[in-house]
């Protein structure tokens, strides 16, 4: 609650609003008194008391919440979001919920006009956002975790989804964990003494090694983790995408370097996906009214000259 907005969530937020063509859109967190926005675009409030939420009933729900017109649903229509700013007619919600059930927040999408209800394709598309959306919260959870508590690294290594590696520059890889071995097949005894870098294919080698030195040389870069997005490559050869955390520190005057490694494939397949949907119109294949106004606004602006020719399908 009250973190301030990461951009990975407001690129998603963003998009949600772009897909579903909604001029609001964001992610709250719940507690017992309050929704707060963590993220939102096209809404100028933080958040609201949870017994006005429109999300307070989409978590107790526990399932995707629609509501076409809230002047005609009895629960919202005397509600002061829908007679007061942001002046709410159509929502459409879904929980956010962790590993292990617990509902935390919503993802929820809001319109001042009343809209026709969420298509089954509609609904796959928010499961996907919120899928996503939960997978940016969980890295961001990850890298407090690493911030506040390097030391505890081996500890939750081995009950860990991702793959965990310690290394140090001399005597290469220290630590392998189970979720390693899982994720590029090669087993702990197999990999200790040897390097990462010769499971990340030659393009992504300069970035990987540019990242080691940051975190090597330059001693406040310890205690600012950050994210690679990088590819790896399996046993088997096959190449996946990969989110890679770094992190540094120092044990008997030794400095070491711990990676989070989580195979990102599914989020990269939905997210290009959904850039897809949303740019592209579905029945011509072509790009889509807002790609389009923005390209012609990307050219106005740049002084480009262009001829404009507009047909109608119809005739």
Request: hydrophobic share 40%; charged share 25%; proline share 5%.
């Amino acid at each position: 609650m009250d973190s301030p907005p990461t951009d990975a969530l407001d690129r998603l937020t963003t998009l949600a609003a772009r897909l579903f063509r909604v001029p609001v859109a964001f992610v709250s967190l719940i507690d017992e008194k309050r929704q707060f926005f963590a993220s939102r675009y096209g809404l100028n409030i933080s958040g609201t008391a949870r017994n006005v939420a429109f999300c307070h009933h989409t978590l107790a729900q526990g399932d995707i919440l629609c509501v076409p017109d809230t002047l005609k649903d009895p629960r919202f229509r005397d509600s002061p979001l829908v007679h007061g700013y942001p002046f709410i007619r159509f929502y459409a919600g879904i929980p956010l919920s962790t590993p292990d059930g617990h509902h935390i927040g919503t993802v929820c999408l809001t319109d001042s006009h009343p809209r026709e209800p969420l298509t089954a394709e509609d609904r796959k598309h928010l499961n996907d956002i919120a899928a996503l959306v939960m997978d940016r919260m969980e890295m961001h959870r990850l890298e407090l975790l690493r911030y506040t508590s390097q030391q505890r690294l081996e500890a939750i290594s081995s009950t860990s989804p991702d793959a965990i590696v310690c290394t140090d520059l001399r005597r290469g890889i220290t630590f392998w964990n189970p979720a390693a071995t899982a994720l590029f097949g090669y087993s702990a005894e197999e990999m200790r003494g040897q390097y990462i870098s010769e499971l990340i294919p030659a393009r992504c080698q300069t970035d990987y090694r540019n990242e080691l030195v940051r975190i090597t040389s330059d001693e406040a870069a310890i205690s600012h983790p950050r994210s690679l997005q990088i590819w790896g490559v399996t046993r088997e050869g096959r190449e996946f995408p990969a989110e890679v955390s770094f992190s540094g520190w120092r044990e008997e005057g030794e400095r070491l370097v711990g990676m989070i490694i989580r195979d990102v494939t599914a989020r990269y397949e939905s997210e290009a996906r959904l850039c897809e949907l949303a740019s592209l119109d579905m029945l011509t294949r072509l790009a889509s009214r807002s790609a389009f106004m923005d390209q012609v606004g990307q050219l106005t602006r740049a002084g480009v000259p262009y001829t404009l020719l507009m047909t109608d399908l119809d005739g």
